[in-house]
């Protein structure tokens, strides 16, 4: 691999080898070889894990979760262990990037948050688990998903201080996807100070019934 040699190469193929694997719409996928149709005519349309369970198929939104996450992982992971741990947050993030504006649908992808945990365990663990924690603690607490991951976003680069896992690499990537987890959830937000948000478990439909 004489192009990994080469800094521009291999930032180049971080960027497009991760953006690529980051853009594979695993939802849309899963539910069309599952028979459960167009993801993107379900629900909100989205086609992450959380719309894909709308069809009533768990089997089909954990293939979701985990493809989403996975591939988070698979770029920052190989990157890191191919090139450096600079490179590993280039993947990673470009994996995102891909996840949330997917070339293959239009540039119409997910909310990211699957990609974002994925990202987070392939660049540094602890700070994975800790977000996980913190997903778990305010959705049991509130019963919003949103909500959860909102706060969950705002809180992991204290996490990567706090573990001592802080590079500015990772720091500028945590807050990149910060930024663009609460862009793509401007919706939720409204929904949430309006009180119309539906609480896990709920659809859509019968919020605020």
Not at 141 to 160: D, E, K, N, Q
Request: positive net charge; glycine residues 14%.
């Amino acid at each position: 691999m004489m192009f990994l040699q080469s800094p521009v190469l291999a930032l180049a193929a971080c960027v497009c080898g991760g953006y690529l694997l980051g853009s594979i719409p695993f939802g849309l996928i899963a539910t069309r070889l599952g028979g459960a149709g167009d993801i993107r005519k379900v629900g909100s349309g989205n086609i992450g894990a959380t719309n894909v369970l709308r069809t009533g198929r768990r089997d089909l939104a954990l293939i979701t979760l985990l493809g989403d996450g996975g591939k988070g992982a698979a770029a920052a992971l190989i990157a890191g262990s191919l090139i450096s741990p600079v490179a590993a947050v280039v993947a990673g993030g470009a994996a995102f990037v891909g996840h949330i504006f997917p070339v293959w649908l239009g540039f119409r992808g997910g909310k990211g948050v699957a990609t974002f945990f994925g990202v987070l365990f392939g660049v540094a663990w602890p700070v994975g688990l800790a977000a996980g924690a913190t997903w778990i603690a305010i959705a049991l607490a509130f019963r919003f998903s949103s909500l959860a991951a909102l706060i969950t976003a705002l809180l992991t680069p204290v996490w990567f201080v706090v573990l001592h896992q802080s590079t500015p690499a990772r720091l500028w990537l945590s807050l990149g996807m910060a930024a663009l987890i609460f862009l793509r959830h401007e919706a939720n937000i409204r929904q949430l100070l309006k009180g119309q948000e539906p609480r896990i478990g709920r659809s859509k439909a019968t919020a605020g019934a």
